[in-house]
């Protein structure tokens, strides 16, 4: 079974600088993707940032990126020049590649991000 | 935004009595998922469909039981509601387990309390 951990259960940044989130995880699995999706007061989830685990290249999306080290097992996010409304819980979540059934996220328990004024 | 509905959105309920949550999609999508929610767990997979009358277990199914008669409904069935399962649900849904296709779409979600 897959584990996804998220250290870091709250944290702070003031607007206009950079966070980083930290997420490791544990499988057996070669082939997987992995996912951060943001959480905003109502409650709606929305995919952030997505990272195939067979490319070396680390994924980005405008001002999110991340650091992907397959090793380690670990995959952290960093929101550059953070904006008020970056402010929300944050999940790391981990699913297999499977061809021919439903993809399953396994999600860590959330980090909980503020972006100050 | 992916044409996903929850109802209802909000359920206050009895221990004991049964609840059924609905999951309603207008993409046409293959597959459907429900989570439950709860602080310090993320969201868990309770159950998951992969076609109309073909579901399967997730993590932690134990006191529930789900539905897919149509393409577009997904329902979610707590048979004797307990307080364990006060909870936010959430219902997902993917087109196919494809590498550039397996983006799931979350709905608004449903807070259920079971006093």
């Known amino acids: 079974a897959q584990t996804v951990t998220q250290s870091q259960p709250e944290m702070s940044v003031q607007e206009a600088e950079t966070v980083t989130l930290s997420c490791t995880y544990d499988?057996?699995?070669?082939?997987?993707?992995l996912f951060w999706y943001k959480q905003p007061p109502s409650r709606q989830m929305i995919l952030v940032i997505r990272?195939?685990?067979?490319?070396?290249q680390n994924a980005t999306e405008n001002r999110f990126s991340v650091n992907f080290q397959k090793a380690a097992k670990s995959f952290s996010l960093k929101i550059s020049d953070s904006q008020l409304g970056d402010t929300a819980m944050y999940f790391c979540?981990?699913?297999?590649?499977?061809?021919?059934?439903?993809?399953?996220?396994?999600f860590g328990g959330g980090t909980r991000l503020m972006v100050k004024p | 935004d992916a044409g996903i509905t929850q109802s209802p959105r909000h359920k206050v309920t009895e221990t004991g009595t049964p609840v059924t949550l609905r999951c309603h999609q207008t993409?046409?999508?293959?597959?459907m998922y429900w989570y439950r929610q709860d602080p310090g767990h993320g969201l868990r997979l309770i159950h998951y469909?992969?076609?109309?009358?073909?579901?399967d277990k997730g993590e932690v199914s134990d006191g529930y039981s789900v539905s897919r008669s149509k393409t577009e409904d997904f329902l979610l069935t707590l048979e004797s509601a307990t307080s364990s399962q006060t909870s936010v649900y959430f219902c997902?849904?993917?087109?196919?387990?494809?590498?550039?296709?397996?983006?799931?779409?979350f709905g608004p979600g449903t807070r259920l309390t079971v006093l």
């Open positions: 997902a849904i993917s087109e196919s387990p494809g590498a550039y296709n397996n983006e799931q779409f």
């Open positions: 499988t057996s699995e070669n082939n997987y993707y």
């Open positions: 990272q195939e685990a067979y490319k070396q």
């Open positions: 979540a981990f699913m297999k590649a499977r061809a021919n059934a439903g993809n399953m996220l396994t």
């Open positions: 993409e046409n999508h293959r597959y």
């Open positions: 469909s992969y076609g109309v009358k073909d579901t």
